[in-house]
């Protein structure tokens, strides 16, 4: 184009290279600072990006102090309240505080503690030394909880006075039995039924059923507390 221009008698040929220069020039500084302002828009991006995130984590900060606040409050309101009961947790283990939602036929549902556990199936639930039952799974807001009156339930416990043997169950019909018994050991009506290895207090013997042709003999226990009427239990952890 400019050779042409020259040609023509337009412009000298010289004047077009300078003026060819001064374009070239002005094309590189352009392309300098696009590629200095994408640089600098990058840079501005990112620092924004780490501002949010840096805001984030600040709030996350936040929140665990909260958790831990809520936590350790909790934790002494327990000690507090273990000790006002008389409740010493058992060797190596530890108890939390939960509140009873609700208890209908045989099983008792529980608030989730708001300290951060794990609460493991079979778990034992327990109010002054009584076992109120065993934990059967934990959802996302609630805990289930198997009462000694229900089907599913099973607990190896003692006779308090005779040191007899058996398996505690639920029946919806009697309430809760103390079966598997053998025939030779000595059930008292009155005796207290205690779990076993764990010595905590489950009922006392009702009524006993014993036939001497078979092996085993069992009994009706009559629960130690109502649970039904419960508003706070302990799980033992």
Request: glycine share 6%; charged share 25%.
């Amino acid at each position: 184009l400019y050779s042409t221009l020259a040609l023509r008698g337009f412009f000298p040929k010289s004047q077009l290279d300078d003026i060819s220069a001064q374009l070239n020039n002005l094309r590189s500084f352009i392309y300098s600072q696009k590629n200095a302002f994408l640089a600098n828009f990058r840079i501005i991006s990112f620092w924004r990006s780490g501002e949010k995130r840096i805001k984030q984590l600040e709030n996350l900060y936040q929140s665990c102090i909260v958790d831990k606040v809520n936590g350790d409050q909790l934790k002494n309101e327990n000690e507090i309240l273990k000790k006002q009961l008389g409740i010493e947790a058992p060797k190596g283990k530890k108890m939390v505080l939960a509140k009873v939602i609700d208890a209908y036929a045989g099983v008792m549902r529980l608030e989730k503690p708001t300290e951060k556990i794990n609460i493991p199936e079979n778990a034992y639930i327990i109010k002054e030394k009584v076992l109120i039952g065993k934990v059967k799974k934990t959802e996302n807001d609630y805990i289930t909880v198997l009462l000694p009156t229900n089907n599913e339930f099973k607990q190896v416990a003692t006779t308090q006075t005779t040191s007899a043997k058996g398996i505690v169950t639920g029946n919806f019909l009697t309430g809760i039995s103390f079966d598997k018994v053998l025939i030779d050991q000595k059930l008292d009506t009155g005796d207290k039924i205690i779990s076993w290895p764990e010595q905590y207090l489950i009922g006392e013997i009702d009524k006993t059923e014993k036939k001497d042709q078979e092996l085993f003999q069992k009994a009706t226990v009559r629960p130690s507390i109502d649970y039904y009427q419960l508003s706070e239990v302990f799980i033992v952890l």
